[in-house]
């Protein structure tokens, strides 16, 4: 492989004409100049001047060579040009959440890519687990997860809480053990875990989400109010989804004597230096949180 910096100090020379002027370009001595055309013509197998006294010119081969440098050495400064602008407002984040907290993050990062439009933000709803893996592997730029990562190649940091609601159909007061048993539950992944948190604070009945007659599942975190909203049972969601739902109107959300809150972990790649944008995209989610 060419050394490249014999290749600057050939096409230099070149350019400027003269050993001695190159030399003080270069901040080099008129000797090292020499040395390294000497070098490089060693290593090419040609002579690449023809020496007139204190003048020269290029051999055929040697003209052929500067062309070809020349680009190669315009190739070398564009990349490293390239590598070191780093906008933050270009270039593909990726982001990974449950679905509640999507669901209020996802159209604030459409409104920041509708104000900077070479952003994308590409966005999946995922599990915890799922989402650790993402980050591990480098599938995904930024997680966030309702507990702290125990994955080594994980770096998590808790941005923010979200409170558990009960969610029960509309003019509904504070409900009673037994009117939630009369309403069934409306279950979704996270069901028995979100119940098991709130409830078992608040009722002293309460031993599993199972002991609810089930009156739905919806693995979708936008409809999963929507039979609530419909008086066909109840259910536990964190805030945020139940702040997206469209018809709040048909459905009471009830804070309990005893509050509970999910902790959010906002999760990157440990070790991994991050480019700008999703350095910023970061900034924005713990503001926004």
């Known amino acids: 492989m060419i050394n490249t910096t014999w290749l600057n100090t050939f096409c230099t020379l070149v350019e ?3 050993f001695t002027r190159t030399a003080e370009r270069l901040h ?11 070098k490089l013509e060693e290593q090419l197998g040609t002579p690449l001047i ?19 440098a020349r680009e190669v050495l315009l190739s070398l400064a564009h990349l490293e040009q390239s590598l ?9 984040v990726r982001v ?5 907290v999507g ?4 159209p604030q990062l459409l409104a920041l890519q509708q104000a900077h439009p070479k952003l994308v933000i590409e966005y999946r709803f995922a ?3 799922e989402i650790e893996k993402a980050i591990a592997k480098g599938e995904a730029d930024i997680g966030l997860i309702s507990a702290r990562s125990s994955m080594a190649e994980v770096k998590s940091e808790s941005i923010a809480t979200e409170a558990l609601l009960l969610v029960t159909p509309a003019k509904l007061g504070k409900p009673t053990w037994q009117q939630l048993m009369d309403l069934g539950f409306i279950d979704h992944p996270d069901g028995a875990h979100h119940a098991g948190l709130l409830l078992g604070a608040n009722y002293a009945e309460f031993q599993h989400a199972s002991d609810f007659p089930r009156k739905g599942f919806s693995n979708q975190i936008g409809l999963i109010m929507q039979p609530v909203s419909l008086g066909l049972g109840f259910t536990v ?8 739902f469209g018809n709040s109107d048909k459905v009471s959300a009830h804070s309990l004597a005893k509050p509970v809150n999910e902790e959010l972990f906002l999760c990157l790649k440990r070790y991994r230096a991050l480019p700008k944008r999703i350095q910023m995209v970061t900034a924005k989610i713990k503001q926004w949180l």
């Open 103 to 106: 669901l209020k993050l996802y």
């Open 127 to 129: 599990p915890n687990a």
């Open 16 to 18: 400027v004409g003269h």
């Open 84 to 92: 070191a602008d780093d906008p933050e407002d270009e270039g593909v």
């Open 237 to 244: 969601l964190p805030a945020y989804a139940v702040e997206a």
């Open 50 to 68: 023809v020496r007139q006294g204190k003048q020269f010119t290029l051999s055929e081969a040697g003209q052929r060579f500067y062309d070809e």
């Open 28 to 38: 080099m001595t008129q000797s090292g100049v020499s040395q390294q055309l000497r």
């Open 96 to 100: 990974c959440s449950p679905g509640s």
